[in-house]
């Protein structure tokens, strides 16, 4: 209990110093700033650097830390902050994404003596960075939901005797964060914050410690929703021949927006759904061996991707 309060504590009070310093550094997203901004008054895009502070001092306190998820967090989160401020192209964050994921697997013994386990790990770190960067465009949305996600990891974690200290402090990190993100939001992640929370998430689902791809791919799992709408843009995106990685205003939430709900409304119903699919992810992982706890995790995500082009989701929305 004590990293998770602690980590709350760090985040809130960076939210609250943020709110003073960013204005004064530019760091202010104004409404109307682009044609992809959602929201309606000016916000800190700050947020994710007391998430950062908050995973990494709290691991710190923990047994001196852990330094591989330091410097590649680091990495992302300088990347994400100088993109946020100045704008960089998109082959260039890839080219950081994959040396920061490559530093946290290798620097963390992560698939050592197994080639295809580390490739599998390098790319899982980078997919999920930019799933929930993608993730991230309303407010509360990405961070409620990677909460969830980063509690399930933390049961994972301590079901399999590993430290879930880390897993803790993300839950509290965005606990405290969301005390400011919730609409209408004052300060928000920021790609540095959706790039260090991807990059948490993933390193908290290689830390099943197995070498068993499976076990990876299943914790990997507990992404849930964020993945799945990562998996739905893409979809989307070829069917209608637009450009892979440009962003738009068609995302499943996005859409939901536009036939009525509330932008509360969506974040929590995209939680709701995230519970439901991390439980599974939990459940399949202690009942099942490796591979039919994967495929069990993979069907559902296949079955909700069903569920989403059956009601129209899958397609850009006509404005």
């Given at each position: ?19 003073v310093v960013g204005p004064r550094l ?166 540095s914050g959706a790039y260090v929370i ?122």
């Amino acid at each position: 209990m004590a990293p998770l309060l602690i980590a709350v504590a760090i985040s809130a009070a960076w939210c609250l110093l943020a709110l003073v310093v960013g204005p004064r550094l530019g760091f202010v997203d104004d409404p109307g700033r682009s044609e992809l901004t959602a929201h309606d008054r000016p916000a800190v895009p700050l947020g994710g650097v007391g998430v950062y502070l908050a995973v990494n001092v709290v691991t710190a306190l923990d047994g001196g830390g852990d330094i591989a998820l330091l410097m590649a967090s680091t990495i992302v989160l300088i990347l994400g902050l100088v993109d946020d401020r100045v704008g960089l192209p998109p082959v260039l964050r890839l080219a950081v994404e994959v040396a920061a994921a490559v530093g946290l697997v290798f620097a963390g013994d992560i698939g050592a003596g197994d080639p295809l386990s580390a490739v599998v790990a390098v790319a899982a770190v980078v997919v999920a960075i930019n799933a929930v960067n993608l993730y991230d465009g309303l407010d509360g949305l990405a961070g409620l939901t990677s909460l969830v996600s980063a509690a399930a990891l933390a049961v994972l974690l301590s079901g399999s005797g590993a430290s879930a200290t880390t897993a803790l402090a993300l839950v509290g990190a965005l606990g405290g964060f969301m005390l400011f993100n919730w609409h209408p939001a004052r300060v928000f992640l920021g790609d540095s914050g959706a790039y260090v929370i991807g990059l948490v998430l993933a390193h908290l689902a290689l830390e099943s410690g197995t070498g068993d791809i499976a076990v990876l791919l299943v914790w990997y799992g507990a992404l849930g929703v964020i993945l799945i709408d990562l998996f739905a843009s893409v979809i989307r995106r070829l069917r209608s021949r637009g450009a892979l990685f440009e962003g738009d205003r068609n995302h499943v939430y996005d859409q939901l927006r536009r036939r009525g709900m509330t932008i509360p409304g969506v974040a929590l119903a995209s939680a709701g759904l995230q519970l439901v699919l991390v439980a599974i992810v939990v459940i399949a992982d202690r009942e099942l061996g490796s591979w039919p706890a994967f495929f069990v995790v993979a069907g559902v995500a296949f079955s909700v991707l069903a569920l989403l082009a059956r009601a129209g989701l899958l397609t850009p929305a006509k404005i």
